[in-house]
Structures are given as structure tokens and as C-alpha cells.
């Protein structure tokens, strides 16, 4: 080998050495692991406030729901078993072109660490229930998997029967291949019974992927090293949970505080919803009054011959009645429009009145 290109293999391996990071695998007890068991009525009813208060919090996420709800139009699956929704929040997390799952997940990771954080700085609120939502929609009772997930960048430290979770929705897949492109600093084989196959609903069906979700606890029945890749092997024991329904009470009209922007902002985009129903209610109303004058003008016009009968002033005062009862008709329909308008228009604001501050930079995570 060449002087340079051995240098520059060497240096290679260098950095892909430097890059592996080791970490503790745990229960993961920052993890936001809502399962919303008892409030599986309610919150739906809140959905959609929920989420317009994520979107405009966080624009990033705003932006990336908007593109896979086009992408998901163009080639999504439709079952009778998802909302469209649910079905999208799956569409969503599989684009992995859009990178969103990587942000929702380091956020997952470290939103339970206190009520305020999940509150005040977890911003995909809409997201996780509805993901939570899907995968226990989709869950056939007693139906198990065996599974494999790659990770490419960390070396997970943990001891036989530790007791663990993945404390995120931890993609992984049938196909040991499949696992295996996606790194081999670690790599699970994963018994669960809480995961579930989204292939069907997934943008890389190719992947053939189990989701499974961040409250699921598992075993370690072994641990071994296989050249530079670090095997850990789970089992499935149930699950649990530190949080249930946790926005339903604490946030804005339940008696707790989520933020004055948050329910200002939620405010200003409801306004802005409305704003497209008054523009069209305006513009019904104007050719409305566009049509009645026409139409009073044309009755005047056809009228007005017929009453002369060849008299001067007759004719005359037929159209000064005419003039009249035209202009009166005109003044008040347009009158009408423009109070309406008016009253209407004052009603509109601009979108989000706040400018909200950016969303800050998510550091990888530090455990698992």
C-alpha cells in the first residue's frame, strides 16, 4: 500500500474509533413512557389543540408533518384500524430522510426527567401519542417477535439479568442484515412482545421493521462480543410506566400552567383557520350584492320604458324613481358588505403574534 493511502487508512480507522461512544444500558428513567391508559377518550378530544401547540412551538416538526402528510397522500397505506393521524405519525418516523426521528427520540430520552421539562420543552407531545396510539391499535395480544437492532456509533455496558428498557421508540427489524446496515457498535437480539410490525405503514417497507415502544422492560439473558461488536440478547418481561396521561393534567385548562405562549400561540392559529372561512364568507357577500344590484338595475331598465307612454314627465319621474330606488339599493347592500367586513376583518390577526424561540440543538444522548 502506498505511503498516503496507508496513512489515510490508518487515520480512518482512528476516527471511526474515536467516534464509538460507551454507555450504560438502564431503565432508562428520564424516558417520557406515557401509555395514556386512562385517558384513551379524553385525549383525543384535546388532540388536536395538542398539537397545534407542538407545531408552533417547534417549526422544525411543524415542517417535517407537513411533509410527510404529502408524501404519505402520494403513497401511503389507509387501514381501517389507524386514524389518518396515526397512520401519518408512522409514515412520519420511518421518512428517514427527514431526520425526525432522531430529534424525537433524543427529546423522548430526556422528557420525563421532571413534569416541567414534558410540559415546557418536549415539543413532539402530539407525536408520541399518537405513535403510542397506533402501536397499541396495531398489538396482537400474546403476538411475540424475534428481532434484531443495529446501532452504529455506541457500545452499550450492561450485566446478565440486568432489567432494561429502550426508553425511546426503538426501530429494529426481522432481517438481521437489516439491523446490521444500521451499525454494529451493538447489536440486539431483541424477544418482544410490545413491539410491533409497522411494515405495512412504513415508508421503507424494504426494513421490515418492529417498532417497539420506549415503556417496554426487558430482560438481559446474555451479553458476548462477536470481533468489534458487542451482542446483548433480550427478553421481554412486560412493561412499565412513571407517567399516564400526564397532559391532561398539568396543562393549559386543567388547573395546571404549560405556558403563556404555548396557549397564546394555539390561539392565533385557531384565528388563522377562521381567517380562510371569513375571506370566502366576504367575497359570497360582495357578489351577492354585485348580482341584486345588476338585477335592480335591469328590472329599473326594463320598467322605466313601459311606464312613459310617450309623456314628458312621466318618463322623467320614472327616472328620478329609478335613480333613487338604485342608489338607495346600492348604498345599503354596500353598506351591509362593509360593516360585515369590517366587524369580520377585526376579528383576524397575523400568524403566531409571539415569536417563539427557536429550538435549541438536542445533544446526543448519554444513556439508553
Not at 383576524?348 to 439508553?368: G, I, N, Y
Request: proline share 4%; aromatic share 8%; net charge negative.
Amino acid at each position: 500500500m502506498a505511503p498516503l493511502a496507508h496513512t489515510l487508512a490508518l487515520l480512518a480507522m482512528a476516527m471511526a474509533t474515536a467516534a464509538i461512544i460507551e454507555l450504560s444500558l438502564d431503565m432508562a428513567p428520564n424516558s417520557f413512557d406515557d401509555q395514556y391508559l386512562k385517558c384513551t377518550e379524553s385525549m383525543p378530544k384535546k388532540f388536536r389543540e395538542l398539537q397545534f401547540s407542538d407545531f408552533c412551538e417547534n417549526k422544525m416538526f411543524a415542517k417535517n408533518w407537513t411533509k410527510a402528510k404529502a408524501d404519505w397522500a402520494a403513497g401511503g397505506s389507509v387501514s381501517h384500524s389507524l386514524t389518518q393521524d396515526q397512520a401519518i405519525a408512522l409514515w412520519a418516523y420511518t421518512m428517514k430522510e427527514l431526520g425526525l426521528y432522531q430529534q424525537f427520540n433524543v427529546a423522548t430520552r430526556a422528557a420525563g426527567s421532571s413534569k416541567w421539562k414534558y410540559r415546557n420543552e418536549f415539543h413532539f407531545k402530539s407525536l408520541h401519542f399518537l405513535l403510542t396510539q397506533a402501536l397499541q391499535k396495531l398489538r396482537c395480544p400474546n403476538q411475540c417477535y424475534d428481532v434484531h437492532r443495529g446501532v452504529g456509533d455506541i457500545k452499550f455496558s450492561v450485566n446478565k439479568n440486568d432489567e432494561v428498557r429502550f426508553g425511546q421508540f426503538a426501530s429494529s427489524s426481522t432481517s438481521e442484515n437489516v439491523a446490521k446496515g444500521f451499525g454494529q457498535g451493538t447489536l440486539f437480539k431483541v424477544h418482544t412482545c410490545h413491539g410491533v410490525d409497522i411494515q405495512e405503514f412504513s415508508k421503507h417497507p424494504e426494513e421490515e421493521e418492529v417498532l417497539i415502544p420506549p415503556f417496554e422492560i426487558f430482560s438481559v439473558t446474555d451479553v458476548s462480543e462477536e470481533g468489534n461488536t458487542v451482542v446483548i440478547e433480550l427478553q421481554s418481561i412486560g412493561n412499565t410506566s412513571n407517567y399516564d396521561c400526564e397532559w391532561l393534567k398539568g396543562c393549559c385548562g386543567f388547573g395546571g400552567h404549560c405556558g403563556h405562549h404555548a396557549h397564546k400561540c394555539h390561539q392565533d392559529l385557531q384565528r388563522n383557520e377562521d381567517t380562510k372561512a371569513t375571506e370566502a364568507s366576504v367575497a359570497t357577500m360582495v357578489t351577492l350584492a354585485t348580482v341584486t344590484i345588476v338585477a335592480i338595475v335591469a328590472t329599473v331598465a326594463t320598467l322605466a320604458p313601459r311606464t312613459t307612454l310617450g309623456i314628458g314627465s312621466t318618463m322623467v319621474t320614472t327616472a328620478i324613481v329609478a335613480t333613487v330606488t338604485h342608489e338607495a339599493t346600492v348604498a345599503t347592500v354596500v353598506t351591509m358588505v362593509t360593516v360585515t367586513t369590517e366587524a369580520t376583518v377585526a376579528t383576524v390577526v397575523p400568524k403566531c403574534s409571539w415569536s417563539p424561540r427557536p429550538p435549541q440543538a438536542l445533544q446526543p444522548p448519554r444513556s439508553l
